[in-house]
C-alpha cells in the first residue's frame, strides 16, 4: 500500500518570498481572531452564573461550542480543499462577527446556549489556518511554522482574556459582559477585513480534491491509517483532558482562592503568554533536538504531571506553576500533532485530514467540560483536574504506540 505522505509532494504553491508575505499576513489574521476569543473564554462561567447555572450549566456552554465545531470541522476543512481557503476563512470569521455580537444582547442562557452553538458551527477556522500553513511550507518546515501561527493564537489569547476582564471590571450584572461581547465582535471584523484585503489563496490543488478520478477516501479511512488513527485518538484524550481543566477553573479559582473575573482573565493571560512564547521559540528547536515523537511524549508528560499538582496549589502565587506547565506542554503537542498528521496526507487532503483532528478536538470539547462539571459538583474543587491528568496519561500512552511507526517508516 502506497503511503499518503508519499503523495505530500515538496511545496510549491508560492515562492519564497510570498510564503513570508501569507505568513505574516496570516499571522496577524490569527492574533486578531483570537483576541476576540480571549475575551470571551474566561468570562463564560461568570456569565453563566449571571443567570443562576449550576457549575454543570456553565461547563455545558463550553460544550455546546465544541459541538458545533465537531459537526462543521471537517466540512469546512474539506470545503477549503475544494474551493479555496480564503474563501472560508471569509465565511467563518463573518460567523464570529454575528455569533459575538448576538451573544452580546442574550437574555436568558438557553439564548446564550443556542448562540454558543451556533457560534462554534459558524466560526471553526483553526483547520482552515492550519491547511494554509501546510500549503506554503515544505514538510520539513511545518512544526516550526505551525508552532509561529500557534503562537499567533497564544498571543491573541494572552491579551484577550486581560481585555476582557478590564472590560468587565466596575460593571455590574449582564451589561458587565456586553462591553466585552462587543468587542470581540469588533476584534473578529478586524480579522475578516485583513483577510478580504490581504490574504491570496494559498491551495493549489483545488482540481485534485474536485477530481473525480481519485479514489474515494472516506473519514474512516483516514482514521484507520495507523499514525493518523492514533495522534487522532491522542487529540480526542489531550482535548478532553485540557477542555476540563480549561472549563472549571474560574470556578476553582473563585471557590479556592476567591479570585474574581479580572484576576481570572490575567491568569489566562498568563497561559497565554507562555503557550506563544513556548510555540515561537521554543517548539522548532525542541523538534529539531528530540524529533516530534520525543516532542509530543514530553508535551503530554508535561500537562499531566501539571494538572495532577494544580489541585494542591495553597495560593495564587503557587499556581502559577502548574498553569505553566500546562502552558508550555499544551504548546509543545499542539504544533507536533499538526505536523505529523500533515506529513500523513496527501496535498488535496490537508485541509480535511486537519479538519478532522479539530472535529476530534472539538468532539473531545463536548464531553471534557461535562465530565470535568460532573466531577466538580460531585467530588469538589480540584477533583476535575485529577480527571483531566488521567486523560493526558491516556494521551501519552498512545504517543507511544506513534513513536514505532514514526521510526520504522511503515505506512502511514
Excluded at 459558524?122 to 516550526?144: F, K
Excluded at 499544551?330 to 505529523?340: C, D, K, R, Y
Aim: net charge positive.
Amino acid at each position: 500500500m502506497q503511503p499518503a505522505a508519499s503523495k505530500n509532494t515538496p511545496h510549491n504553491a508560492l515562492p519564497p518570498a510570498a510564503q513570508k508575505r501569507a505568513l505574516s499576513t496570516l499571522f496577524f489574521i490569527a492574533f486578531i481572531n483570537l483576541v476576540g476569543f480571549g475575551i470571551v473564554i474566561p468570562l463564560l462561567p461568570f456569565y453563566g452564573r449571571a443567570f443562576e447555572a449550576s457549575a454543570t450549566e456553565v461547563t455545558i456552554l463550553f460544550s455546546a461550542y465544541s459541538l458545533g465545531m465537531f459537526i462543521s470541522e471537517p466540512l469546512w476543512g474539506r470545503l477549503s480543499d475544494r474551493i479555496g481557503r480564503k474563501p472560508v476563512l471569509v465565511m467563518t470569521l463573518a460567523g464570529n462577527v454575528l455569533s459575538y455580537a448576538v451573544l452580546a444582547f442574550a437574555q436568558s442562557y438557553e439564548m446564550v446556549l443556542l448562540v454558543r452553538f451556533a457560534a462554534g458551527a459558524l466560526g471553526g477556522n483553526i483547520s482552515t489556518c492550519q491547511a494554509y500553513v501546510a500549503d506554503v511550507t515544505p514538510p520539513d518546515m511545518r512544526a516550526r511554522r505551525m508552532g509561529l501561527i500557534g503562537a499567533a493564537f497564544g498571543i491573541g489569547f494572552t491579551l484577550g482574556p486581560a481585555v476582557g476582564g478590564l472590560l468587565a471590571h466596575g460593571r455590574e450584572g449582564l451589561e458587565a459582559f456586553m462591553v466585552p461581547m462587543l468587542a470581540a465582535s469588533a476584534m473578529s471584523a478586524l480579522a475578516l477585513l485583513g483577510t478580504l484585503l490581504f490574504l491570496r489563496e494559498s491551495n493549489q490543488h483545488m482540481h485534485e480534491a474536485r477530481d473525480l478520478s481519485l479514489p474515494k477516501i472516506t473519514s474512516l479511512g483516514i482514521v484507520k491509517r495507523p499514525v493518523v488513527g492514533r495522534v487522532l485518538f491522542g487529540t480526542l484524550m489531550m482535548a478532553a483532558g485540557f477542555s476540563g481543566m480549561e472549563s472549571t477553573f474560574g470556578l476553582w479559582a473563585e471557590d479556592h482562592l476567591g479570585l474574581g473575573v479580572s484576576r481570572v482573565g490575567l491568569i489566562f493571560a498568563y497561559i497565554g503568554i507562555l503557550v506563544a512564547f513556548s510555540q515561537a521559540v521554543i517548539v522548532g528547536r525542541v523538534v529539531s533536538a528530540l524529533g516530534e515523537r520525543n516532542t509530543l511524549l514530553a508535551g503530554y508528560g508535561i500537562m499531566a504531571t501539571s494538572l495532577a499538582t494544580l489541585p494542591l496549589s495553597p495560593n495564587v502565587w503557587v499556581q502559577f506553576i502548574p498553569t505553566g506547565g500546562i502552558a508550555i506542554g499544551m504548546a509543545l503537542a499542539s504544533p507536533t500533532v499538526n505536523a505529523i498528521l500533515s506529513k500523513a496526507s496527501a496535498n488535496h487532503e490537508q485541509g480535511r485530514v486537519i479538519g478532522l483532528n479539530m472535529a476530534t478536538s472539538a468532539f473531545s470539547r463536548i464531553f471534557g467540560p461535562i465530565l470535568a462539571g460532573f466531577v466538580y459538583a460531585t467530588l469538589g474543587p480540584g477533583s476535575s483536574f485529577l480527571t483531566s491528568a488521567a486523560l493526558m496519561c491516556a494521551a501519552f500512552c498512545v504517543a507511544l504506540g506513534i513513536s514505532h511507526h514514526l521510526r520504522t517508516g511503515e505506512d502511514i
